[in-house]
């Protein structure tokens, strides 16, 4: 029971069922994603989840959350992250769909949008800049991470 509160902590595992930008960057390979959200317009407007999950109803947005997060943290526990991150086969409708939902109103040429022959981020790629490797991202561009949550180890506290 104490490994498992440990593991929960440590991995800030209750930040997974908010919509805050800053529990992206629980992982370091979303700090450019994040860096680059941070200085553009969507910053303004949006937050990740508004992208990046479905918002047809709450169970629908948690379930697809849930099932991405168990994928994410095998990936990224394994060590097995591309080196230049992309949309995977099932988020792309679902991104495509929420740049529709909120752009619907100046989007011109929706039925091209709607279509599925072409995504937005075809011809807008934009929200998270150019896309480069994870090494080769600019330090000065990467935020910090946020505090683990363990004070208590560098202070000697016990939990």
Known sequence: MGMAV???????AASYVSD????CMNCHVMTD?????????HARAAV???CHVPHENVVAKMAFKAMDGVKHSAVFTLRREPQVLCLSTLAR???QA????CHKEQLAMIRVASTGERA?????RGVHGEVHGLSASSEVLRPGL???GLDWMKKGIQP
Do not use: F, K, M, Q
């Not at 805050?20 to 529990?23: A, K, M, Q, R």
């Not at 929420?98 to 939902?101: A, E, G």
């Open 6 to 12: 440990l593991v929960a902590r440590i991995s800030r």
């Open 120 to 124: 937005c981020w075809d011809c807008h």
């Open 146 to 148: 946020p505090a683990a």
């Open 48 to 50: 990740c989840n508004d």
């Open 98 to 101: 929420n740049c529709i939902r």
């Open 93 to 95: 409708p679902v991104v």
């Open 33 to 41: 994603a994040y860096a680059t959200w941070g200085r553009g317009s």
């Open 20 to 23: 805050s930008p800053e529990t």
